[in-house]
């Protein structure tokens, strides 16, 4: 019953560093998301991909890359930190078909960049 | 104008008290609604969905959509402390599968 694993659950940069968000998901869904949630502005969404080899930008996509080699697994690279970019990122799941309307998130990863 | 509007609160009501939590949205074709809830340090989970117009239950929740003024509704009878969280609304954008989420409202539930 594993569903969405993020990791890490927390992380600090300096401005400038670059770093990977990993996210697996189990449950064979097709779409896999980024998000990120900053207080007052809900959930925006970063890219988002509907099956390996397939992505796309969402919203705020700048500073960001994804790829999707597999079905299971979505990183998110950030190429060079800024503060900015500090926000609590969430990665998402679901079916394209049925089911769609229901998103899985991971716990989520606290990033702070100094 | 954001996709989905909601207010960010935050709300306070008595344990027991009737809660209602409003979205609105911009584009007349979603059709897909939702509401997640968000306990503190967690992701959302999906509370409830509706698809196009009206009401859906279950127990103490009540999702209500009106596409004639765009209007997302969530409400919470009976509210307890455990209902202390935030809510999403959101709805499925543009190619039926992009979920879009409002700001998302604090509730708190006092005892």
């Known amino acids: 019953n594993a569903g969405v694993t993020q990791t890490p659950k927390f992380q600090v940069l300096k401005t400038g560093q670059s770093m990977t968000l990993q996210c697996a998901q189990d449950m064979n869904h097709e779409y896999m998301s980024w998000y990120r949630q900053d207080p007052g502005m809900g959930l925006r969404l970063i890219h988002y991909s509907v099956g390996a080899g397939i992505t796309d930008q969402g919203e705020v996509p700048n500073g960001y890359n994804v790829s999707r080699s597999t079905t299971e697994d979505f990183p998110l690279r950030l190429l060079s930190a800024a503060p900015s970019q500090t926000s609590v990122y969430f990665c998402?799941?679901?079916?394209?078909?049925?089911?769609?309307?229901?998103?899985?998130f991971g716990s989520g990863t606290q990033l702070s960049v100094l | 104008q954001k996709e989905v509007e909601q207010d960010p609160g935050p709300l306070s009501v008595p344990e027991g008290a009737i809660v209602s939590l409003n979205c609105t949205y911009s584009n007349s074709a979603f059709q897909y609604f939702m509401w997640y809830r968000q306990y503190s340090r967690k992701g959302p989970e999906l509370l409830m969905y509706?698809?196009?117009?009206g009401n859906k239950e279950d127990g103490r929740f009540t999702a209500q959509v009106d596409k004639s003024s765009k209007y997302i509704s969530l409400f919470i009878r009976d509210s307890q402390p455990s209902d202390s969280a935030t809510y999403l609304c959101?709805?499925?954008?543009?190619?039926?599968?992009?979920?879009?989420f409002g700001a998302g409202t604090r509730l708190f539930v006092k005892a």
């Open positions: 998402a799941s679901s079916y394209i078909g049925r089911g769609r309307e229901k998103l899985f």
């Open positions: 509706t698809y196009s117009s």
């Open positions: 959101a709805t499925l954008g543009s190619g039926g599968f992009k979920t879009i």
